[in-house]
T-cell receptor, first 111, second 115 residues
Framework: RKEVEQDPGPFNVPEGATVAFNCTYS??????FFWYRQDCRKEPKLLMS???SGNEDGRFTAQLNRASQYISLLIRDSKLSDSATYLC????????????FGKGTKLSVIP | DADVTQTPRNRITKTGKRIMLECSQT?????MYWYRQDPGLGLQLIYY???????NKGEISDGYSVSRQAQAKFSLSLESAIPNQTALYFC??????????????FGPGTRLLVL
């Protein structure tokens, strides 16, 4: 059972491009949503939380569609330093503090 | 200095050996977690602890045990290591004060190879 599914990667994009990642989750009771970033052989780090109204942090925009159980991450003006694996993460149910991680989508930004 | 540290960072062991992975944090967080990550797979929760007296199994606890020695320390043991426990192990912490929308902070990971 795949609880959190993400776009298959890798995404290879030129610098300056806009790239979008999609994620779907199966548990309709999930309440919290995140995008984490993981550099090669390093620990995951929170990129941004995702709120129902959508939220933006600089070049990054996250959207949530609860009806479709769909989360997205948009990266504008890609930088070489954006190269990483992006993990879609949701909590495991109503009131749950356990997180379910997607397998991640690898992004390579090319000069 | 890192807020969440893990020791050792790399470990090679043989099938059947008992090993312990240690995690320490200086963030003052109550909640601590152990995950494993396999190539091409998402992180999977092994055990979690919401305070020193609270230990809970995650989705893949078989073959593992944990000990929460103090608020700042959470160790993971493999009682009798087997090759399919070869993985990257992460410890994480969270504050427990923001409901379900709270960030988990990860340690640098321990690479374990079981021969």
């Amino acid at each position: 059972r795949k609880e959190v599914e993400q776009d298959p990667g890798p995404f290879n994009v030129p610098e300056g491009a806009t790239v979008a990642f999609n994620c779907t989750y199966s548990n309709s009771a999930s309440q919290s949503f995140f995008w984490y970033r993981q550099d090669c052989r390093k620990e995951p780090k929170l990129l941004m939380s995702v709120y129902s109204s959508g939220n933006e942090d600089g070049r990054f925009t996250a959207q949530l569609n609860r009806a479709s159980q769909y989360i997205s991450l948009l990266i504008r003006d890609s930088k070489l330093s954006d190269s990483a694996t992006y993990l879609c993460v949701v909590n495991s149910g109503a009131g749950s503090y356990q997180l379910t991680f997607g397998k991640g989508t690898k992004l390579s930004v090319i000069p | 200095d890192a807020d969440v540290t893990q020791t050792p960072r790399n470990r090679i062991t043989k099938t059947g050996k008992r090993i312990m992975l240690e995690c320490s944090q200086t963030k003052g967080h109550d909640r601590m977690y152990w995950y494993r990550q396999d190539p091409g797979l998402g992180l999977q929760l092994i055990y979690y602890s919401f305070d020193v007296k609270d230990i809970n199994k995650g989705e893949i606890s078989d073959g593992y045990s944990v000990s929460r020695q103090a608020q700042a320390k959470f160790s993971l043991s493999l009682e009798s290591a087997i090759p399919n426990q070869t993985a990257l192990y992460f410890c994480a912490t969270s504050a427990g004060d923001k409901g379900v929308q709270e960030t988990q902070y990860f340690g640098p990971g321990t690479r374990l190879l079981v021969l």
